[in-house]
């Protein structure tokens, strides 16, 4: 763990070789603050029961591609207090989705990171979609609040791709079984 300012700062979760503004295929998790149940609750197995910011999460998902034109979003799912999404950036207007053996991301990318300006990036659209949400909660008196930072991962492969979309479309009905892992 380095310093800045003499003070101790968390390391970025980033992989420090890839930019992140590139063309590829993203799982993002995103989680409330202390693992609290904004968005709802599971009521029965499989059946998410929204609050209205829950509602509000998705709809806001959806428009990503509003704000970022060069994002095709995947499977989705909000939770009582989380968010998992499949989205791909596609700036080149090429294809991005397998075919066949190719990688939807490359990973040969090796040069240190010093991909320029932070803007249209995932960085860029996971903090746009955080900061809608929290003005909404805010203008709405409505208590809120994001985890700091989101998880995310490069999806290399289609069986990776079909695997993280199967966990996505199960993950309401094994909520519960295993509440360390959501």
Partial sequence: MGKYQNRYRNESARLSTWDYSADGA??????????????????????????????????????????????????????????????????????????????????????????????????????????GITKYAKVNKIDFGWQPRYYDHIIRSDSELDRIRNYIKTNPYNWGKNMSSS
């Fill in 26 to 131: 993203y799982f993002i998790t995103i989680c409330t603050k202390d693992k609290e149940h904004y968005f709802g609750e599971i009521l029965k197995p499989g059946k998410m029961e929204f609050s209205e910011i829950g509602q509000y999460v998705s709809k806001c998902w959806l428009d990503i591609p509003l704000h970022f034109p060069f994002v095709r979003l995947d499977e989705f799912i909000v939770m009582p207090d989380h968010v998992h999404g499949i989205l791909f950036i596609n700036k080149q207007n090429i294809n991005c989705i397998i075919v066949g053996t190719q990688n939807i991301a490359s990973l040969q990318q090796q040069q240190q990171n010093k991909f320029g300006p932070q803007s249209q990036n995932l960085a860029s659209i996971i903090r746009g979609f955080k900061i």
